[in-house]
């Protein structure tokens, strides 16, 4: 196990910046995801660290010890890539087995080896089977223990669980949460899928247009974003927005809803409030401090169902109780849980201290 940092980490390609600015250090055995949509640069940087992209500007060191220059085969990591990456000729024991092959182990010591693997990831009645004839969870399976078997001190994932289906993803998101806590060793895993995200880190890096947004455990992350960015990624279903106005007393005021934040002194301006669909109330009947909205569309998931509404121009989404009966076209009477809510400065986007 090793701790990796990053220092002012920069990519270009002609005259194409990818990543600009990266500073990160992750902890020894550590699960840290890079997090962030399709193009931010996330699997960019996890292939700088392995050493199959060079870098422009910066320093990569694991376990204190530079790496810019050194070769992938001597950073002492082991990558899982997205399409699982097995030779197809091979079988499952010699895919497996094949690196530790080419450095010359001893065979007594592969054979262990490929055995301790195959017991921790349920392996051993696939070992002579061949790819083809393996589904996807269990050839990512065989990728993983081929990464386990050369005992590095960082394991990097790029995008593992892309190419499986709902049900595969979840079962392997457990799977590779309890491998983490078995072999305790570093890991960095690349996602663009929060729920990956959310429910494997110990810490989080959000990142967007090369940069990375926010740093942090994830539900730092979730209730506190830094950034309208990082609340609007974060969370399922996503965050509403709401355009308003600050003013010097304390009080954020809009044409869908007008809050009074106790205490609290704001530089007047225009801002943005923002609240989880989960946060907002439906009222029966109303009060004082609800709002109305109009209901146009309802959806029952089970136990809850996600309201869709429109307020003064404004469009909204709520998750309520299933039993919440309206049809659409009602009036739907709604009230925000304030201490949950957040402010951002409109024109930069980032978080308001309150």
Known sequence: MASVTLKGIGKSYETATVLRGIDLDIAEREFMVLV??????????????????ETTEGLISIEGKPVNDLPPREREIAMVFQDYAL??????????????????????????????????????????????????????RVAIGRAIVRKPKVFLFDEPLSNLDAKLREEMRVEIAKLHQ????????????QVEAMTLATRLAVMSGG????????????????????????????????????TADGAFTSPVVSLKFAGNQFKPGAAVLGVRPDDIEAVPGGTPDSFEAELEVAELLGHRKNLYLKSAGARLLAVVEATF??????????????????????????????
């Open 36 to 53: 962030g949509p399709s193009g931010c640069g996330k699997s960019t940087l996890l292939r700088m660290i392995a050493g199959l992209e």
């Open 182 to 193: 078995r072999i305790e060793t570093t890991v960095v895993y690349v996602t663009h899928d």
């Open 211 to 246: 940069r990375i947004q926010q740093v942090g455990p994830p539900a730092e992350v979730f209730s506190r974003p830094a950034n309208m960015f990082v609340a609007g990624f974060i969370g399922s279903p996503t965050m509403n927005f709401i355009e308003g106005a600050l």
């Open 87 to 140: 030779y197809p000729h091979m079988s499952v024991a010699d895919n497996m087995s094949f690196g530790l092959r080419l450095r010359g182990m001893a065979a007594a010591e592969i054979a262990k080896r490929v055995a301790e693997a195959a017991a921790i990831l349920h392996l051993e009645p696939l070992l002579e089977r061949m790819p083809r004839q393996l589904s996807g969870g269990q050839r990512q």
């Open 325 to 354: 009966n309206g049809a659409p076209g009602s009036k739907v009477h709604l009230k925000f849980r304030q201490e949950r809510v957040h402010l951002f400065d409109k024109a930069s986007g980032e978080r308001i201290a309150r």
